[in-house]
Structure formats: structure tokens, C-alpha cells
């Protein structure tokens, strides 16, 4: 099983970053995925997570309104659209299928 983010790095407040999670090595189709950030010395969040399908769709109250999470089947592959960042919004940010197996972390830093 591998799980490999992408697309993290340092933007402006008010400006947006996609990340990307490219998975194999499990049935991916039939995973729901989630995407989760994590601040040193706090615990793990989860901030978004989509069904199998992708008919279901759940967001973070901190995040709701700003963040978008999509998958592509076809391509084994999870998104997160990140619009209007914040600050706050800085974390490493991880995919993980079902909560059970998780990519290495990209980072995403939100400062001017």
C-alpha cells in the first residue's frame, strides 16, 4: 500500500493550493479516503473526507465553505482544493484510506 501527497508548499493568505494523493497497492474504488492535517505537538485532524464513490462528502467546521475534497477513480487519485488559506491552515497534510493507512505528510505553510 502506498499513499503519496503532493502540491503542499508556501502561499499567501487569501490564496489556495490543490494537493494531490496518488494511491496503489489496494482497491481504491472501494475506499473512502479522507484528508487530515496535523500541527506539531497537537493532535491529527481530520478535515475532509469522501466516500467510495464520491456521492458523500464531509468538511471540518473550520475548513467548510473553503476547502473542497474530490477523488478520480480512474486515476487512483484524491484532491484537496484549498481556496481563501489562512494562517491557521498551516499543518502537514495527510491522505489516508480509511483512516487505516496514510501518506507520508506534505506540508503547507499560509504566511505573507
Known amino acids: 500500500v502506498q499513499l503519496v501527497e503532493s502540491g503542499g508548499g508556501l502561499v499567501q493568505p487569501g490564496g489556495s493550493l490543490r494537493l494531490s494523493c496518488v494511491a496503489s497497492g489496494f482497491p481504491f474504488s472501494s475506499y473512502a479516503m479522507s484528508w487530515s492535517r496535523q500541527v506539531p505537538g497537537e493532535e491529527r485532524e481530520l478535515v475532509a473526507a469522501?466516500?467510495?464513490?464520491?456521492?458523500?462528502?464531509n468538511y471540518a467546521d473550520s475548513v467548510k465553505g473553503r476547502f473542497i475534497i474530490s477523488r478520480d477513480n480512474a486515476k487512483n487519485t484524491v484532491y484537496l482544493q484549498m481556496n481563501s488559506l489562512k494562517p491557521e491552515d498551516t499543518a502537514v497534510y495527510y491522505c489516508s484510506a480509511r483512516r487505516v493507512y496514510w501518506g507520508q505528510g506534505t506540508q503547507v505553510t499560509v504566511s505573507s
Open positions: 469522501i466516500s467510495s464513490a464520491g456521492g458523500s462528502r
